[in-house]
């Protein structure tokens, strides 16, 4: 579609919505039989003439609540966090690959794998660099799940 209506089109009750190609109304430029159907059609009730085409309606940000955009904005604005995983004796290797895998979004097999690796041999492991609610989320997580974790500043970027 190359172009939108805009505005409103009455119409009567008994008008049928098929504009021809090149038409004032028409948003095709080429025969499109049942290609073209307005978008929203609102009745205005039996006797009132028919329907209308709407403009559609922008939401309006509500005073004092920020948008979901504002919020993701402000998140990335943030200082970075690390999440720290520390070695225990406690669990088993394949339980801590779950629990990652599970807590931490978009962490595959092989990365939870080679965290966990690093963990045990070193004593502590980056698992993810992010914002601090999201890393104080993922430290409740892991410690919910018995895994033994930490957040910290990140120096430098993510």
Do not use: W
């Not at 979901?68 to 690390?82: D, G, I, Q, T, W």
């Not at 690796?117 to 993810?128: E, K, R």
Request: neutral net charge.
């Amino acid at each position: 579609m190359e172009t939108a209506m805009c505005g409103r089109l009455a119409l009567s009750p008994t008008h049928v919505f098929n504009p021809k190609p090149g038409d004032k109304y028409s948003s095709c430029r080429r025969p499109c039989s049942n290609l073209c159907i307005p978008m929203a059609v609102i009745a205005t009730g039996p006797g009132k003439g028919g329907g209308l085409l709407e403009r559609p309606v922008i939401e309006k940000e509500t005073p004092g609540r920020e948008s979901e955009f504002n919020l993701r904005k402000s998140r990335k604005l943030a200082p970075p966090y690390r999440v720290i995983l520390h070695n225990d004796d406690f669990n088993k290797r394949e339980y801590v690959v779950q629990v990652l895998m599970k807590v931490i979004p978009g962490m595959t097999l092989d990365n939870a794998h080679d965290i966990m690796l690093d963990a045990h041999y070193n004593g502590l492991s980056v698992v993810i660099i992010c914002a601090q609610a999201d890393a104080e989320e993922y430290c409740s997580q892991l410690r919910g799940n018995g895994l033994l974790s930490s957040i910290e500043p990140a120096s430098g970027g993510c």
